[in-house]
C-alpha cells in the first residue's frame, strides 16, 4: 500500500492521463496585461480555481533536474528545443496533478495528518534499525529539496490523486468472441491473384503548346503568398528582472520613435538595438532565424503591409516586426511554367492509357475469370504484395474483382479465398490484453476530457513567453 502511495503519480494510469493532456491552454486577462497589474501576477497557471506560480514551476523544474544526470542537464541548458520540451512536461505534469486534486477536493476526499505522519514514519528511506529516524528523514529531505510541510502536501497529493484516479485504472474485461473476431481480423491470410498495369509501359509524344496550353487550364500552379518582412529585436535577459526593465526601458522608447515616424532602422541605431531585412518568404519557406517561430510565423501573416506589430515579448528579448510588402498568391504565367508541365502532362496521358488497359484486363476476368500475366500469392495484411493491393485486398469480399488505384500503376485484383488462421495461445492472450490497455484508454481519454472540462487550464501568457520558446 505505501509503495503504491509513494508512487501513485508514476503509475500507468497517471502517465497516461499526462501524455493525453494536451496543452489546451488559453490566454487570460489580455485587457488586464495591457493596462496594469501584470507585476503583482505571478501566478503562471490557473487550473480551475487553483493557481501555479512561477515560484511553483521553478522549484518543481529545479527538483527534476536535480534527478538526471549530467550529461541529460547538459543537453537540457545547451539546447533550446530540448530545454523548453523539458519545462512543458513539467508544467503540464503539474496541470495535470492539479486537475485531479481539484477533483479530489470536490468530492470532500480527506487525508489526515495522521495518516501522512503514519505513512512517513512507514518509509524505509527514513528508518534506521526498523525504527524511524528524525535524522534520516531531514537529511532525505534536505537532499531533495522539500521541506517537511511540503513532503506532506507531496504525499497527500499523491493519496487524494490515487482515490480520483483508482477507478478509471480497472481493467476492462473483453468479451471472448471479440478476441476471437480481432484475432481472426489480424493474423488471417488472403489467397489472391494480380495483374500490374505500369504507367510507364505506355509511350507519348512530346505535347504541343495547344495540348499544355489546355493542360495548364485545367491544373493551373498557384504562386504562394509572400511576404518581405524585417524586425528589430532589443536583446535582454528575460529571466533577470533589472536587465527585462532595462530592456522593456529601451523597447518603451524605441516604440515611441517608430510612433512618431522614425524608420524601424534608424531607431534601432539609435537605441543600440538590432536590425533585420528578412526578404521574401512564404509561409512553407521560412528564412532560418530563431525569431521566426510558428507563432511568430503566424503574426506575420496576419498583419498588414506597412504596418509595425506591438511590442512582442521572447526569451531573447523585446521583437518589434514589420511587414513590408505583401505579394498576394496568384496564378503563375503559362510561359514561366511551360517546360516544367511536360513531363505532368506525359504522366497524365500515360495513367489513361494505364486506365483504359486496367479496364480491359478486368473485363476479361469477369467474363471468361482468366487474369491476364497474373501473380498468384498468399498475403497477410503486411506482407506478400504491394501495399495497395494488401489494403484492397483485406477490405474487399471473398471472389471480389476490381481495380486498385497506386501511385505509379493500377492493380487488377482478384480475391479468390480467405484462410483463417493457426490458433496461438500466447498471441491471443496479447491481443487480449492489447483489446483491454485500448478500452481503458478509452476510459481514461473520456474521464480526462471531464477534468479539463470541470477544471479548465489558463495560461498566463506573459510569464509564460519567459519559460518557453514558442
Known amino acids: 500500500m505505501l509503495e503504491y502511495l509513494r508512487n501513485a503519480s508514476e503509475k500507468p494510469i497517471a502517465k497516461i492521463l499526462i501524455?493525453?493532456?494536451?496543452?489546451?491552454?488559453?490566454?487570460?486577462?489580455?485587457?488586464?496585461?495591457?493596462?496594469?497589474?501584470?507585476?503583482?501576477?505571478?501566478?503562471?497557471?490557473?487550473?480551475?480555481?487553483?493557481?501555479?506560480?512561477?515560484q511553483e514551476f521553478n522549484l518543481e523544474k529545479s527538483r527534476e533536474l536535480a534527478q538526471l544526470d549530467k550529461d541529460a542537464q547538459r543537453a537540457i541548458y545547451t539546447d533550446a528545443a530540448t530545454q523548453n520540451a523539458f519545462s512543458q512536461q513539467i508544467l503540464t505534469k503539474m496541470a495535470t496533478k492539479q486537475m485531479a486534486e481539484n477533483r479530489a477536493d470536490d468530492l470532500g476526499f480527506v487525508v489526515s495528518d495522521k495518516r501522512i505522519a503514519h505513512e512517513i514514519r512507514s518509509?524505509?528511506?527514513?528508518?534506521?534499525?526498523?525504527?524511524?529516524?528524525?535524522?534520516?528523514?531531514?537529511?532525505?529531505?534536505?537532499?531533495?529539496?522539500?521541506?517537511e510541510a511540503a513532503f506532506a502536501d507531496v504525499l497527500r497529493g499523491n493519496v487524494l490523486r490515487s482515490m480520483v484516479l483508482g477507478a478509471v485504472g480497472v481493467a476492462v474485461p473483453v468479451p471472448e468472441f471479440a478476441v476471437r473476431a480481432a484475432y481472426?481480423?489480424?493474423?488471417?491470410?488472403?489467397?489472391i491473384e494480380y495483374?500490374?498495369?505500369?504507367?510507364?509501359?505506355?509511350?507519348?509524344?512530346?505535347?504541343?503548346?495547344?495540348?499544355?496550353?489546355?493542360?495548364?487550364?485545367?491544373?493551373p500552379k498557384i504562386v504562394p503568398e509572400t511576404r518581405t518582412v524585417s524586425y528589430v529585436i532589443v536583446p535582454t535577459e528575460m529571466s533577470q528582472p533589472d536587465k527585462y526593465d532595462a530592456g522593456y526601458a529601451i523597447a518603451v522608447k524605441f516604440e515611441d520613435d517608430i510612433i512618431a515616424g522614425e524608420t524601424m532602422q534608424d531607431?534601432?541605431?539609435?537605441?543600440?538595438?538590432?536590425?533585420?531585412?528578412?526578404?521574401?518568404?512564404?509561409?512553407?519557406?521560412?528564412?532560418?532565424?530563431?525569431?521566426?517561430?510558428?507563432?511568430?510565423?503566424?503574426?506575420?501573416?496576419?498583419?498588414?503591409?506597412?504596418?509595425?506589430?506591438?511590442?512582442?515579448?521572447t526569451k531573447d528579448g523585446f521583437v518589434f516586426v514589420r511587414v513590408d510588402k505583401i505579394t498576394p498568391s496568384h496564378t503563375a504565367e503559362f510561359e514561366s511554367v511551360k517546360k516544367s508541365l511536360v513531363d505532368d502532362w506525359k504522366r497524365t496521358e500515360q495513367k489513361k492509357h494505364a486506365y483504359v488497359r486496367a479496364n480491359e484486363v478486368l473485363g476479361n476476368l469477369k467474363s471468361d475469370g482468366k487474369l491476364s500475366d497474373a501473380k498468384t500469392a498468399t498475403v497477410s495484411r503486411a506482407s506478400g504484395a504491394p501495399?495497395?493491393?494488401?489494403?484492397?485486398?483485406?477490405?474487399g469480399d471473398m471472389n471480389e474483382k476490381s481495380i486498385v488505384p497506386s501511385s505509379d500503376a493500377f492493380y487488377v485484383l482478384n480475391i479468390k479465398n480467405a484462410i483463417a488462421p493457426k490458433m496461438d495461445t500466447k498471441k491471443m492472450a496479447d491481443l487480449r490484453n492489447e483489446m483491454q490497455?485500448?478500452?481503458?484508454?478509452?476510459?481514461?481519454?473520456?474521464?480526462?476530457?471531464?477534468?479539463?472540462?470541470?477544471?479548465?487550464i489558463e495560461i498566463n501568457e506573459k510569464l509564460f513567453n519567459r519559460f518557453f520558446q514558442n
Open 184 to 191: 481472426d481480423a489480424r493474423y488471417g491470410m488472403r489467397e
Open 123 to 147: 518509509f524505509p528511506e527514513f528508518q534506521v534499525n526498523g525504527e524511524f529516524s528524525t535524522l534520516a528523514f531531514d537529511t532525505v529531505l534536505n537532499n531533495s529539496g522539500y521541506s
Open 437 to 456: 490497455t485500448m478500452s481503458k484508454s478509452g476510459i481514461i481519454d473520456d474521464y480526462n476530457s471531464f477534468l479539463m472540462r470541470e477544471y479548465p
Open 387 to 395: 501495399n495497395d493491393v494488401l489494403v484492397a485486398a483485406f477490405r
Open 195 to 219: 495483374a500490374t498495369i505500369k504507367y510507364s509501359d505506355f509511350d507519348v509524344a512530346t505535347p504541343s503548346d495547344e495540348q499544355l496550353a489546355e493542360y495548364y487550364k485545367q491544373n
Open 267 to 313: 531607431a534601432a541605431k539609435k537605441h543600440g538595438a538590432k536590425y533585420v531585412s528578412l526578404g521574401e518568404f512564404n509561409r512553407d519557406n521560412r528564412p532560418v532565424d530563431k525569431v521566426l517561430t510558428d507563432t511568430m510565423m503566424a503574426k506575420i501573416f496576419d498583419m498588414d503591409e506597412g504596418l509595425e506589430s506591438e511590442m512582442i515579448e
Open 19 to 54: 501524455s493525453i493532456l494536451a496543452f489546451s491552454f488559453v490566454g487570460w486577462g489580455v485587457a488586464e496585461w495591457i493596462f496594469g497589474n501584470v507585476a503583482n501576477d505571478n501566478t503562471l497557471v490557473r487550473v480551475g480555481d487553483t493557481e501555479i506560480s512561477a
